[in-house]
C-alpha cells in the first residue's frame, strides 16, 4: 500500500506496472526485436500534480537510442458507478496533444479535472518501426494526492507593526466569471504565519498567527530591527502543512 508521508502535502508512490496490450497504434508493425523493444519501454511513469495543475512524467528507457524514441500517451479513470455498471474499467482515451512526441512530459490537468476520481496513465515508445510495451502509472486521486502550494504573501510595516496580506493558491479550474477558483474552496485549509528576526540566526521562524484571515496585523515589534515573513498553509483534518511561501522582508522598524 503507498503510504505518504506526514506533515507534508505529498504525491503517493507505488511501484511501475506494465501492459502488455498493443490496441490503438495500427499504423506500427508487431515487433521483431525483443530487445530494442525492450530498451526503449518507458520507465517511472509518475503523476505530478500542485493545485490540481497534473503532469504525466517518464524516464525513456535504457538504451542509448531511446533519447530518439517518440512516445504515445492514454489515460483513463475507474469509479465506483464504472464498477457497478461495467466492472470498474473505462476505456483508454489517447490523449491528442501527447501522441507520438518526444517529450517526457503531458499536461493532464483538463483530462483529471474529476478531482475525485481515480485515474490511471500509460506511455508506450516507439523507435525505428519498434513500440514497447505499455508502462502502466500508480493510480491518481487528484483530490488525495496533488500538492497544495503555499500562500502568497505581501508585507507593509509601519510603527512597530507589520500588516500581512494573505492570498491561497489557485487551482487551473475557473468560476463562470472567469476568475480562477482558490484552493480553499476544495479543502478545509488554514494560514499559518511566521515571523523571523533578522537580527537573531535569521533561520528561526516563530508563529504569530494560524487562521483564515486573510489580513493581518504583527504588532509590538522591537524598533531597530528588520523581520521577514513567510507562510504556509495547513490541513488540520490531516495535519500537513505545504512548503513554505518565500520570505517577505521589511526594512528596519523606526522607533519613533
Not at 502535502?9 to 495500427?26: I, M, N, R, T, V
Not at 510603527?159 to 482558490?182: C, E, H
Not at 474552496?185 to 515571523?195: A, P
Request: glycine share 4%; with cysteine; hydrophobic share 35%.
Amino acid at each position: 500500500m503507498p503510504k505518504r508521508k506526514r506533515g507534508a502535502f505529498q504525491l503517493w508512490s507505488c511501484s511501475p506496472k506494465h501492459e502488455e496490450d498493443h490496441a490503438f497504434l495500427p499504423l506500427l508493425p508487431d515487433a521483431p526485436n525483443q530487445d530494442l523493444q525492450d530498451s526503449i519501454k518507458p520507465q517511472k511513469v509518475e503523476f505530478h500534480s500542485l493545485n490540481f495543475n497534473t503532469t504525466l512524467h517518464w524516464q525513456p528507457g535504457w538504451a542509448r537510442e531511446a533519447r530518439d524514441a517518440l512516445y504515445f500517451v492514454q489515460y483513463k479513470f475507474t469509479s465506483f458507478l464504472l464498477f457497478l455498471h461495467r466492472y470498474g474499467q473505462s476505456m483508454w482515451q489517447n490523449k491528442d496533444e501527447c501522441w507520438g512526441i518526444s517529450s517526457h512530459v503531458c499536461d493532464l490537468t483538463h483530462e483529471t479535472s474529476d478531482i475525485q476520481e481515480p485515474y490511471y496513465s500509460r506511455v508506450r515508445a516507439a523507435l525505428a518501426g519498434v513500440y514497447s510495451n505499455w508502462t502502466l502509472s500508480c493510480r491518481f486521486t487528484p483530490w488525495r494526492e496533488t500538492v497544495i502550494g503555499p500562500p502568497t504573501v505581501t508585507v507593509a510595516h509601519s510603527n512597530k507593526s507589520i500588516t500581512v496580506k494573505l492570498q491561497a493558491p489557485r487551482s487551473p479550474y475557473k468560476r463562470k466569471r472567469g476568475s480562477k477558483i482558490p484552493m480553499t474552496n476544495y479543502y478545509d485549509l488554514l494560514y499559518q504565519v511566521f515571523i523571523i528576526n533578522n537580527s537573531l540566526d535569521g533561520q528561526h521562524r516563530v508563529l504569530v498567527y494560524e487562521g483564515k484571515e486573510k489580513v493581518i496585523e504583527i504588532q509590538d515589534l522591537r524598533p531597530g530591527v528588520s523581520y521577514c515573513i513567510v507562510a504556509k498553509m495547513y490541513m488540520p483534518m490531516l495535519d500537513h502543512s505545504s512548503a513554505y511561501s518565500s520570505r517577505q522582508c521589511t526594512v528596519e522598524i523606526l522607533q519613533k
